[in-house]
């Protein structure tokens, strides 16, 4: 019986894990529950089914958990999107292996374990290739052109769809060389399906695919016969659609249209090459100096960081910058966008990374309302998630996109390396509002040059206790 | 495989752990949206139990090295999933902190 309670004790702490994870105070803890869960179902089913193989299992631990936790210590955190998706994929894969490997056992499998297996190899496959190319696409190693948005990539993956059922019915008949064909074609559904997808949306495509590779765990849950695995899977599936769900929301996107939609702005604007300087008319620029005497009069800050800021690695400057206007009694507060960095919630890890407190960084919702209070905006590397047009032009790609405010402020600072346009390919009526001054460069050098300016002007050594922040 | 689990039950255990997968998650804060997801992507790694009983059931020994590489992967997902979404949340401090 040790094994069952160790079973049952692992799909409690799974189940208390997952919830824990959604709440900010428990979230630490609760991922180590669900190590720990995994940790007693692996010594459950040793227990259960002997050593038989182990050197086998010392193999697997060894180098996938070795590099896996390689990887964990030494990747970036501006990686982070890009790194999920890689270990996701890699879930998929496993679960399409052992699939493959359960067809040739000796043993028999009965109707449902046959269909396990192809729902595993399906799946997992899907899973597998979606998410290398999530991986590609997040890395830019991938972009997404032109011919992918033609409306025959539906036709073409109907026809992919359509032909690995067909394989399935192949296998149930008793071919089970079409297991090939199926896996081959499930792969190519996968790269399909992904591929004109555009980056921007890739975020909500990982969390999809997660859950897939939840429902494949499932499925080959059925093909061993273990509950465990099956209620895991199913947990992670469903789980993983309402976290879908959740990205949906804070992207403002339907998950429709996310799928089968195309990429957001991969279409010409206007005809006008996006990518070029040209179109906008009426840019103020000013340099660093300006900017930090606007600072020195203001008396509330708002800073927005974007994915700019971080490839910059900038946080720990604008960190820096924030902690001395706040000697001064400036008011000092982060505008953080849903979607901020490359997948929700990536901004408030990156400044996290710079000790920023979690309490200091300020949803939309939120803040939106005070920037007509509010005496300078920073723009830091972000561009989309400011863009006014999302409001007012209906042909913008953007509109409808909840977008942070800062037009309403007194004045605005962008500070960025060039009028180049943001992820999305999609031009910014901000630059050219009159309250707008542009400071071109690197936002770690435009930081470190602000803090310089501003401790020649003497700021932030005021007598401690004459001001407190906010 | 193990033959103590009959179809039928298999679908309930199906059905039953969906239902609960979908009531676990709620409202989710903005600031957990990326350690949730990377959390919920380290537990999809289970599949890992599927690769060990492949390795313990297998006659040959390129079906053993199937069942080594699958764990491999699953393995590389669960301790690289896990750990990663340790450090970022490591990192999450209140004001005051510092």
Known sequence: ?470 | MSGALSGTEALWVLVLGSLLGLELIGKVPPTLHTPLMSGANAISGITLLAALVLIAEAPTPALRLVGATALGFALFNVVGGFLVTDRMLAMFKRKGAN
Not at chain 1, 1 to 25: C, W
Not at chain 1, 63 to 88: D, R, Y
Not at chain 1, 272 to 284: I, P, W
């Open chain 1, 1 to 470: 019986m040790g094994e069952l309670t160790l079973e049952l004790g692992a799909v409690l702490l799974l189940a208390l894990g997952l919830k824990g994870l959604a709440k900010i105070r428990t979230a630490r803890a609760a991922n180590g529950l669900a190590a720990l869960a995994l940790l007693l179902a692996v010594v459950g089913l040793l227990l259960q089914q002997g050593l038989t193989g182990w050197p086998w299992m010392l193999l697997g631990l060894g180098v996938g958990g070795g590099l896996g936790a390689l990887l964990a210590f030494k990747v970036a955190m501006t990686a982070m999107p890009e790194t999920v998706a890689l270990f996701n994929g890699c879930g998929g894969l496993s679960s399409l292996l052992v699939a493959i490997g359960a067809a040739q056992l000796p043993t028999p499998l009965n109707l449902l374990g046959q269909v396990s297996v192809l729902a595993s190899v399906l799946v997992g496959s899907i899973t597998f290739s979606g998410s290398l190319v999530a991986m590609g696409k997040l890395q830019e190693w991938l972009g997404t052109p032109g011919w992918t948005q033609r409306p025959q990539r539906h036709a073409i993956n109907i026809t992919l769809a359509v032909a690995t059922l067909v394989c399935c019915a192949l296998v149930l008949k008793g071919m089970a060389v079409a297991l090939i064909p199926l896996t081959v074609l499930s792969l190519l559904l996968g790269i399909g399906l992904t591929l004109p997808v555009g980056g921007a949306d890739m975020p909500v495509v990982i969390s999809l695919l997660n859950s897939y590779s939840g429902v494949a765990a499932a499925a080959a849950g059925f093909v061993v016969g273990s509950e465990l695995l099956i209620v895991a899977g199913a947990m992670v599936g469903a789980a993983g659609l309402i976290l879908t769900q959740v990205m949906c929301t804070a992207m403002n996107r339907s998950l429709t249209s996310v799928l089968f939609g195309g990429a957001m702005g991969a279409a010409p604007v206007g005809g006008a090459d996006g990518t070029k300087d040209e179109g906008y008319k009426n840019v103020t620029s000013c340099s660093a100096e300006e900017c930090a005497l606007t600072l020195e009069a203001a008396e509330r800050v708002v800073f927005v960081p974007g994915y700019g800021l971080a490839v910059a690695q900038a946080q720990h400057s604008l960190k820096e910058l924030a902690k001395l206007l706040e000697q001064q009694g400036i008011a000092v507060s982060y505008a953080i966008h849903p979607v901020a960095g490359r997948m929700p919630g990536h901004m408030n890890v990156l400044l996290a990374e710079a000790d920023v407190p979690y309490d200091q960084l300020i949803e939309m919702d939120t803040i939106n309302p005070e920037f007509p209070r509010t005496d300078v905006v920073i723009v830091l590397g972000a561009n989309d998630v400011v863009n006014p047009r999302a409001k007012s032009d209906p042909s913008s790609p953007l509109y409808g996109m909840p977008v942070l405010e800062v037009d309403q402020a007194r004045s605005v600072f962008v500070v960025k390396r060039s009028l180049g346009s943001g992820y999305a390919g999609i031009r910014n009526d901000l630059f050219e509002l009159p309250q707008t001054s542009m400071v071109f460069g690197d936002a770690k050098q435009v930081l470190q040059t602000l803090l310089q300016e501003l401790r020649a002007l003497g700021v932030g050594k005021v007598p401690a206790g004459a001001g407190t922040g906010r």
